[in-house]
């Protein structure tokens, strides 16, 4: 075998696991307390450097490669990164249709690869007042329009012990997944988080553990 033949073959073995992983991952979800309906998942983190984006866009395309029509929003609006997973613009997005400029048709992008489609809502133009924004009656009122659409919503937010972006939507999702990065979030960082997720009365789905040689998955 060539060089670079192993190499691929490697790349392709990698690749299958993490799509494992995120099945797994996307069945554990489905079946804590199946009978409550999980049509919007909010993603978030104790802090910044978790890769919170990056799992929130792999449960996305999971779910998309299930058949179930499958929007990415990327509501982490002070520092977002959903545009470069995918590479499709960041410029018309969540901002515009909340601040009205623009219609959630024309703000939509579509990605069509590997045999899955996925919707895509970036964040659009980075506003002032991110928190009064994703608070306001325009972001309710496109939440539930997008759940008449959607099959499965993904709320990629900012780290909630770090701003109250997240906390602001807790109340608009179904139930919220914490990332935490192994060997770097601390104990008292993880028990924050949890701790204003609890005040917010929000519903935690579970916990993911990145930065493993596995993605480690526990939920409730």
Do not use: W
Request: aromatic share 6%; net charge positive.
């Amino acid at each position: 075998m060539k060089k670079n033949e192993g190499k691929s073959l490697k790349q392709e073995k990698e690749k299958a696991a993490i799509e494992e992983q995120f099945r797994l991952i996307r069945a554990s979800i489905d079946l804590t307390n199946s009978e409550q309906k999980k049509q919007v998942i909010l993603i978030t983190s104790p802090e910044s450097g978790t890769g919170k984006s990056t799992i929130a866009s792999h449960l996305a395309v999971c779910y998309a490669k299930k058949g179930e029509r499958t929007l990415l929003i990327d509501a982490d609006l002070r520092k977002p990164t959903i545009h470069k997973h995918f590479s499709v613009s960041r410029y018309i997005g969540l901002t515009n249709i909340i601040t009205e400029q623009s219609s959630v048709t024309n703000c939509l992008q579509e990605v069509n690869q590997d045999g899955y489609s996925l919707s895509i809502l970036t964040g659009g133009p980075s506003p002032l007042n991110p928190s009064e924004l994703l608070s306001s009656k325009n972001m309710e009122q496109l939440v539930n329009q997008l759940r008449r659409i959607f099959d499965v919503i993904i709320l990629d937010t900012p780290p909630v012990t770090m701003v109250s972006d997240a906390l602001v939507l807790t109340d608009l999702s179904d139930g919220v997944v914490l990332t935490f990065r192994y060997h770097q979030t601390v104990k008292e960082k993880a028990q924050a988080a949890a701790g204003k997720l609890k005040l917010s009365k929000a519903r935690l789905l579970g916990v993911i553990f990145n930065g493993t040689k596995n993605v480690k998955h526990y939920y409730y």
